[in-house]
């Protein structure tokens, strides 16, 4: 069960471009909750707080409890905006979510125990062909991350979405689509050759 993780915010009344300007002039990112047929909300959030959980793998699938104001509200982060030179959060969106809710989320995979693949050991190349696996799950039952065991795995050997424990009521959105989550590809081998060596024998010489 997703634990929710307490981010404190404050009401702004100021809407559009120059409200968004004036909550960054005082030292705050400006914000907006909106989703589960309530009105929109402008907020302002403390950005060192934010910063250190957009730093945090898993942003967008993480469970937050936004307490605006003293009062507070369960939501994911749909979007935040970067400054294209020092990456400092510059707006986020969050959406709230119900008790009840069933959320797309993407969570990442981790592949553990690469030291105990035995493609790897031979020299392999562990290929991922997904980092992170759409999910549908319960708002309160979000997996931090999705992990991989590579004990044993060899070469040629492809990694199936099926090679993941989901938890109860978690499900893959695209199955057929990420079926495939990684292979272990044998090394490539560049055979050097002598350009232009010649096949053998010399020249006949020359009849006097």
Do not use: W
């Amino acid at each position: 069960m997703s634990m929710a993780i307490t981010l404190n915010a404050s009401s702004r009344t100021l809407s559009g471009t120059g409200g968004a300007r004036a909550v960054r002039a005082s030292g705050m990112v400006p914000g907006i909750i909106y989703g589960n047929k309530k009105d929109p909300e402008m907020i302002a959030l403390d950005p060192k707080a934010l910063m250190t959980e957009c730093l945090q793998p898993g942003f967008f699938s993480r469970l937050y409890s936004i307490a605006v104001d003293g009062e507070e509200q369960e939501v994911l982060a749909k979007d935040v905006q970067l400054h294209p030179v020092t990456d400092q959060p510059l707006h986020v969106d969050f959406m709230r979510v119900s008790k009840d809710a069933r959320v797309n989320v993407f969570v990442p995979v981790i592949f553990i125990n690469e030291d105990k693949a035995l493609g790897i050991k031979r020299g392999g190349v562990l290929n991922v062909v997904h980092h992170t696996i759409e999910l549908i799950c319960p708002a309160h039952s979000i997996p931090e991350k999705l992990t991989i065991d590579l004990t044993g795995r060899d070469i040629n050997q492809t990694i199936h979405l099926d090679a993941l424990t989901l938890p109860e009521g978690v499900i893959a959105a695209h199955p057929e689509r990420d079926n495939t989550v990684a292979t272990i590809v044998a090394p490539t081998v560049m055979e050097e050759t002598s350009a232009g060596a010649p096949s053998g024998g010399g020249s006949a010489p020359a009849a006097s």
